[in-house]
């Protein structure tokens, strides 16, 4: 248990459908992170929000939207998604520092692992 | 941007067997994070070592900035030591950790 809880485990989805998953922390972290690790290659970051602002958005497409309501909650919407998308998608907190550069130690969830039909 | 690279990619171990796990990095980086993820996918942090050496029970990692190289050592290894390892480094002018490919450990009872 590290305190980050991902829903739902696992997701089948068609490619016209829209989904969202879900992420909650209860560590008292002021970042969350969204992850995706495909087969065979290194974790991607995909969105970052620091102080629910988002702070990095690395060139992810607009079919994935994030969300974030509070310090404690992370969304990520699905639509339209292509079968490349297929992947485990993780989340993380983490204690920021304002002002600081530094990522602070990162804790993940379990992951949602997502199958795009 | 920043490489990372880990060795060795795959490495399988007899329970009870030592190893070195190493990091190579092409740039000079103020974090530096080991991971280890289980055969379900759950990630663990288990050290924030930007430099030095730190040890947790079986577990230690040493940091060489100045070398751009970090070391996790593994000992008397479990079957629960099974999984991916990895390596993530940020920058010091960079805001983003970057992860290495992993190094896939199996630990045969």
């Known amino acids: 248990e590290t305190g980050v809880t991902q829903t739902p485990r696992h997701l089948v989805m068609g490619m016209t459908n829209k989904k969202s998953l879900k992420c909650e922390q209860h560590?008292?972290?002021?970042?969350m992170y969204w992850y995706k690790q495909s087969a065979k290659k290194p974790l991607e970051l995909m969105f970052v929000y620091n102080f629910k602002e988002q702070t990095e958005n690395n060139s992810v497409p607009s079919r994935f939207s994030p969300e974030c309501p509070n310090s404690s909650h992370l969304f990520l919407h699905l639509h339209t998604l292509q079968p490349e998308d297929s992947a485990l998608y993780l989340c993380a907190s983490s204690q920021e520092i304002a002002g600081a550069r530094n990522t602070g130690e990162l804790f993940f969830g379990e992951g949602s692992r997502l199958t795009v039909l | 941007g920043i490489q990372v690279e880990q060795s060795p990619p795959d490495l399988i171990l007899q329970e009870g067997a030592n190893s070195t796990l190493r990091c190579n990095f092409s740039d000079s980086v103020n974090n530096l994070q080991w991971f280890h993820q289980n055969p379900w996918g759950q990630l663990i942090n288990l050290f924030y070592i930007p430099s030095g050496t730190k040890q947790n029970g079986r577990l230690s990692a040493t940091t060489v900035a100045t070398e751009r190289y970090s070391l996790l050592y593994i000992s008397s290894s479990q079957t629960t030591d099974s999984g991916v390892y990895f390596c993530a480094v940020e920058r010091r002018d960079g805001n983003k950790l970057v992860f290495g490919a992993g190094t896939i450990l199996r630990v045969k009872s």
């Open positions: 560590l008292g972290h002021n970042a």
